[in-house]
């Protein structure tokens, strides 16, 4: 009990800070658009952030070890082309093309890691160079056009639950795996250390070449598992996931994951995945034009950043 009133300070500025942001952007709309609160609303919502949710995951884990992965939306793109390739041009069964999406993230990211790791290199670079690999790769296979797959992935999308899309359960599913993952394993722990010090990582006989490697391989595996998603909704549109790599990073930094590494959750991305979601639906619906929806969004950025800065300070001071 005396450990829980400890960290119940911590607790509330991470956790009950976001669920406040969150529930004050709700209010804000609620407010200001028509039928905003309304069940169709938090449905397009919920309907929204699965696949942003999923590779929002594995940017904070790539973003823990001081890393970062440009590529997850393009390697979504290639990954979901060569789904529509195999079901419709090749007419391979539906669970060999989901197979087959998975297999090509999951080598996007092996290679990410390996490369970085290999040579040395700054990930920003890396992965800059497989986000233009994995776009043209999408080009090619799908001869620059959208393969329309009807009918093939509909129970992905259709399948629900008490109302709620099977996609969105599965994000969660997969957000409280990854938080617990990061929380209670001696994996999550080897992440946060080599983000914090890699060297002194190092040094105390850890190799961190295994954990970033399978850190950069969980990303792109998460990519090509949101690539199912994704174009269940979207088909098999080589443009698919073009500039979602920013709106994923702008999730995980509004959540409070250090660029620098060393520190991050991923509720609280799950948190910042949801106020973006709810920020761009409620500006839709309130009818601002796409310069004021820029120009807000990247103010709430900035202030997140600003508030985490602040945060970290009142934590250091708490933790003295």
Same mark, same amino acid.
């Given at each position: /009990?005396?450990?829980?009133?400890?960290?119940?300070?911590?607790?509330?500025?991470?956790?009950?800070?976001?669920?406040?942001?969150?529930?004050?952007? !709700?209010?804000?709309?609620?407010?200001?658009?028509?039928?905003?609160? =309304?069940?169709?609303?938090?449905?397009?919502?919920?309907?929204?952030?699965?696949?942003?949710?999923?590779?929002?995951?594995? /940017?904070?884990?790539?973003?823990?070890?001081?890393?970062?992965?440009?590529?997850?939306? =393009?390697?979504?793109?290639?990954?979901?082309?060569?789904?529509?390739?195999?079901?419709?041009?090749?007419?391979?069964?539906?669970?060999?093309?989901?197979? %087959?999406?998975?297999?090509?993230?999951?080598?996007?990211?092996?290679?990410?890691?390996?490369?970085?790791?290999?040579?040395?290199?700054?990930?920003?670079?890396?992965?800059?160079?497989? /986000?233009?690999?994995?776009?043209?790769?999408?080009?090619?296979?799908?001869?620059?056009?959208?393969?329309?797959?009807?009918?093939? !992935?509909?129970?992905?999308?259709? *399948?629900?639950?008490?109302?709620?899309?099977?996609?969105?359960? !599965? %994000?969660?599913?997969?957000?409280?795996?990854?938080?617990?993952?990061?929380?209670? *394993?001696?994996?999550?722990?080897?992440?946060?250390?080599?983000? *914090?010090?890699?060297?002194?990582?190092?040094? =105390?006989?850890?190799?961190?070449?295994?954990?970033?490697?399978?850190?950069?391989?969980?990303?792109?595996?998460?990519?090509?598992?949101?690539?199912?998603?994704?174009? #269940?909704?979207?088909? %098999?549109?080589?443009?698919?996931?073009?500039?979602?790599?920013?709106?994923?990073?702008?999730?995980?930094?509004?959540?409070?994951?250090?660029? /620098?590494?060393?520190?991050? =959750?991923?509720?609280?991305?799950?948190?910042?995945?949801?106020?973006?979601?709810?920020?761009?639906?409620?500006?839709?619906?309130?009818? #601002?034009?796409?310069?004021?929806?820029?120009?807000?969004?990247?103010?709430?950025?900035?202030? #997140?950043?600003?508030?985490?800065?602040?945060?970290?300070?009142?934590?250091?001071?708490?933790?003295?």
């Amino acid at each position: /009990m005396k450990r829980f009133y400890s960290r119940l300070p911590v607790w509330v500025t991470d956790y009950l800070g976001m669920a406040g942001a969150l529930g004050l952007l !709700l209010g804000i709309f609620g407010f200001t658009a028509d039928n905003f609160f =309304s069940r169709s609303t938090f449905l397009i919502i919920a309907d929204q952030v699965p696949d942003i949710t999923i590779l929002a995951v594995g /940017m904070t884990f790539v973003l823990i070890i001081a890393g970062i992965d440009l590529s997850v939306g =393009s390697v979504m793109g290639f990954s979901g082309a060569v789904i529509g390739v195999l079901l419709v041009k090749s007419g391979q069964p539906i669970g060999l093309g989901i197979m %087959a999406g998975l297999f090509v993230g999951l080598g996007c990211g092996l290679l990410n890691g390996l490369v970085v790791i290999k040579w040395s290199l700054p990930s920003f670079i890396v992965t800059l160079g497989m /986000m233009e690999v994995a776009r043209g790769a999408a080009l090619r296979v799908t001869q620059s056009r959208t393969i329309y797959i009807p009918g093939y !992935l509909d129970f992905i999308t259709e *399948t629900r639950w008490l109302g709620i899309s099977m996609p969105f359960i !599965l %994000a969660v599913c997969i957000v409280l795996l990854a938080q617990f993952v990061l929380s209670h *394993t001696v994996f999550g722990r080897y992440m946060v250390a080599i983000g *914090t010090n890699e060297e002194a990582v190092r040094l =105390s006989g850890i190799n961190p070449k295994p954990v970033k490697l399978a850190v950069f391989s969980l990303s792109g595996l998460l990519a090509g598992l949101a690539s199912i998603i994704h174009t #269940a909704r979207y088909q %098999a549109n080589p443009n698919n996931g073009q500039g979602v790599e920013l709106q994923v990073i702008a999730a995980v930094v509004i959540g409070g994951t250090s660029l /620098m590494g060393g520190r991050g =959750s991923v509720l609280s991305t799950f948190f910042g995945v949801l106020i973006i979601s709810v920020l761009e639906t409620g500006l839709a619906q309130a009818n #601002a034009q796409e310069s004021t929806k820029r120009l807000i969004t990247g103010a709430v950025i900035v202030a #997140a950043v600003i508030l985490d800065y602040y945060r970290q300070r009142i934590r250091n001071v708490k933790t003295r």
